[in-house]
Each structure stands twice: as C-alpha cells, then as structure tokens.
Nanobody, 121 residues
Framework: QVQLVESGGGLVQAGDSLRLSCAAS????????MGWFRQAPGKEREFLAN????????YYADSVKGRFTISRDTAKNTVYLQMNSLNAEDTAVYYC??????????????WGKGTLVTVSS
C-alpha cells in the first residue's frame, strides 16, 4: 500500500522559511515523479514543483520559482520542499503527490493527506 505522509507544516511569520517533508513508502519510485501542490481556502489546488525521482531534475511553477526548492533523498525515500521568504499568500494546505513516468506519464497517482502552512503577516 503506497503512502505519502507530509510533515513540517505550521504557523510562521512573514519572511520566515519552512521545510516540508514527504515520506514515501509502499513501492519503488524509481520511474516516478514526485510533486508538491497546495490549496488555499476558497481556491483551486495549485501545482508548485515536481522532481524526477531517479535523476533529480526539477521543474517549478512560475509563482514559486526562486523561492521554493524541491529535493529528494532516495536513501530516506523522502521528498522535501524548502520554502523561503514566505508571505500570507503562501497560507495553504500543502500536498505531496507521486505519478508514474511510464508511457509518458499518467497523471498524479498517489496523494498525501496534506500539511497546513499558515503565514502570519
């Protein structure tokens, strides 16, 4: 059974940094991409970044490029999202997801339950 468990959320002040973690288990993710998304109150879920599990190549949404960094530790089966210069607009529930890259990709197959990040201004 595949599980993605996010952690590291909390209440921070504007300008602070925070690192989220996503512990992945239940299968081999060697041919998968891992991604981070967020959903703010009253808004649709927003893609933030993804990373190729095997080669480590990352891709970012324009909205977070330069402030957020995605990385992975294959030995720990964990994906991270380093978030810097946080502001109130970053307040949201942050989700980790995994999607197979086989056959050109098939969408985001697995999702975590999310971790809440609240930024006070």
């Amino acid at each position: 059974q595949v599980q993605l468990v996010e952690s590291g959320g909390g209440l921070v002040q504007a300008g602070d940094s925070l690192r989220l973690s996503c512990a992945a288990s239940g299968r081999t993710f060697s041919n998968y991409a891992m991604g981070w998304f967020r959903q703010a109150p009253g808004k649709e879920r927003e893609f933030l970044a993804n990373i190729n599990w095997s080669v480590g190549r990352a891709y970012y949404a324009d909205s977070v490029k330069g402030r957020f960094t995605i990385s992975r530790d294959t030995a720990k089966n964990t994906v991270y999202l380093q978030m810097n210069s946080l502001n109130a607009e970053d307040t949201a529930v942050y989700y980790c997801a995994a999607g197979s890259l086989a056959g050109g990709g098939s969408g985001w197959e697995y999702w975590g339950k999310g971790t809440l990040v609240t930024v006070s201004s």
